[in-house]
Nanobody, 125 residues
Framework: QVQLVESGGGLVQAGGSLRLSCAASGRTFTAYSMGWFRQAPGKERGLVAAISWNGGSTYYADSVKDRFTISRDNAKNMVYLQIDSLKFEDTAVYFC??????????????????WGQGTQVTVSS
């Protein structure tokens, strides 16, 4: 079992920055690729970023490339999502997720083994 707890969400003005954090506990953290999904009201949950167990490979959705940066600190069992140049359309609940194995498992199945409870990001114009 892996427990994921997100933090760092909030209300931010467009153009601003935010860093989301995800604390993981439980089974061996490095056995998992990690990702961030988001779900806006009335829309499906979608993957925005993912990172391999050692940080060597990353994935970004086209809509967030050059603005989002995913990273992980395996010594602290933490995953981060740096969000810059926030746009109104970034408003969503952001979920941390863990998939056992390679990053391709996360990006191809879009069905992680574990989910966090989510953190709300609201961008004001």
């Amino acid at each position: 079992q892996v427990q994921l707890v997100e933090s760092g969400g909030g209300l931010v003005q467009a153009g601003g920055s935010l860093r989301l954090s995800c604390a993981a506990s439980g089974r061996t953290f490095t056995a998992y690729s990690m990702g961030w999904f988001r779900q806006a009201p009335g829309k499906e949950r979608g993957l925005v970023a993912a990172i391999s167990w050692n940080g060597g490979s990353t994935y970004y959705a086209d809509s967030v490339k050059d603005r989002f940066t995913i990273s992980r600190d395996n010594a602290k069992n933490m995953v981060y999502l740096q969000i810059d140049s926030l746009k109104f359309e970034d408003t969503a609940v952001y979920f941390c997720a863990a998939s056992y194995g390679r990053i391709l498992t996360m990006t191809s199945s879009l069905n992680p083994n574990y989910w966090g409870q989510g953190t709300q990001v609201t961008v004001s114009s």
